[in-house]
């Protein structure tokens, strides 16, 4: 199997993957993010040779209803379904998780496909709260990683 290649992209080449896999059959305008443009946003790319194959990004923001200045949110995971179990995703999610671990981030979080909780759970994710459904896109739980800091 050929190496990973993980690059930082921009939100734009993001949209595309992010759009034909997670919200297949509706318009680009619903893959675009609040926040893809912020400064300390991360967009990161998967390539097979020169072919982008999977995308992450990461957000600094708070989980819905807590004020965490150290919290980080990984949104728009996406691989493409050929792609899918090469480690594709593995890299994306390394990459992030590092990058949080980088910028002091303690707690990184995201909706995650109910489907992909395993996925996620191999990563140390838990999951907090109930099951829900997120139209157009399926049933999500929420999902938190604690991040422990190295010592100064």
């Excluded at 807590?66 to 990459?95: D, F, I």
Aim: aromatic share 10%; with cysteine; glycine share 10%.
């Amino acid at each position: 199997m050929p190496e990973v290649i993980i690059r930082l992209i921009p939100a734009e080449e993001a949209r595309p993957l992010r759009g034909a896999i997670l919200r297949p059959n509706l318009p680009l305008e619903k893959s675009v993010y609040p926040g893809d443009d912020a400064p300390d946003t991360l967009h990161l790319g998967a390539y097979l040779m020169d072919e982008l194959v999977g995308v992450a990004s990461v957000f600094h923001q708070s989980p819905p209803g807590e004020a965490t200045a150290k919290a980080w949110r990984l949104r728009g995971m996406a691989v493409r379904t050929n792609a899918q179990g090469r480690g594709y995703g593995r890299a994306l999610l390394e990459h992030c998780i590092a990058h949080v671990t980088e910028q002091g981030g303690t707690l990184f979080w995201c909706n995650g496909r109910t489907s992909a909780l395993g996925f996620y759970r191999s990563f140390g994710f838990e999951p907090r709260g109930e099951e829900f459904d997120v139209p157009d896109s399926g049933r999500h739980f929420v999902l938190y990683l604690r991040i422990n800091q190295p010592a100064p």
